[in-house]
């Protein structure tokens, strides 16, 4: 009898630090996911906000070239990736041309403009 005693007392004991350890085991994993997914967030809620900016540079881009009277009346592509804004089209001379490209670089947010206006007269 005296064995099947500390058979029947050693198994929940047992059982019990199985349970601890599996608990522990799960709590664990459960905080690496939940940082993972935070980390995942922060990072998709910062790509959103640089979409958002970007919009934005482009929109004041585009909006400080329509009221140039030299430039309004040309189609300007503007684009911006990254705070790095691209300007395609034509421009009616390198006056304005050079003028799209300081108009670009005094939108906030905006870290360099690659300008690509063909000058055609």
């Not at 309004?72 to 705070?83: E, L, N, P, Q, R």
């Not at 009616?92 to 690509?116: F, L």
Request: hydrophobic share 50%; proline share 3%.
């Amino acid at each position: 009898m005296n064995n099947i005693r500390r058979t029947t007392i050693a198994m929940p004991f047992s059982r019990a630090w199985l349970a601890v350890l599996l608990a522990g085991a799960a709590l664990t994993l459960a905080a690496c996911d939940n940082a993972n997914v935070k980390e995942a967030a922060k990072e998709a809620g910062a790509a959103m906000s640089a979409t958002v900016d970007d919009a934005a540079i482009t929109a004041s881009v585009s909006a400080g070239l329509a009221k140039d009277p030299d430039l309004s009346a040309i189609k300007i592509d503007v684009d911006t990736k990254g705070g790095v804004v691209s300007l395609k089209g034509p421009a009616p001379t390198a006056a304005a041309r050079a003028r799209a490209e300081e108009i670009a670089k005094g939108v906030q947010g905006v870290t360099s403009v690659n300008n690509q206006l063909e000058v055609r007269s």
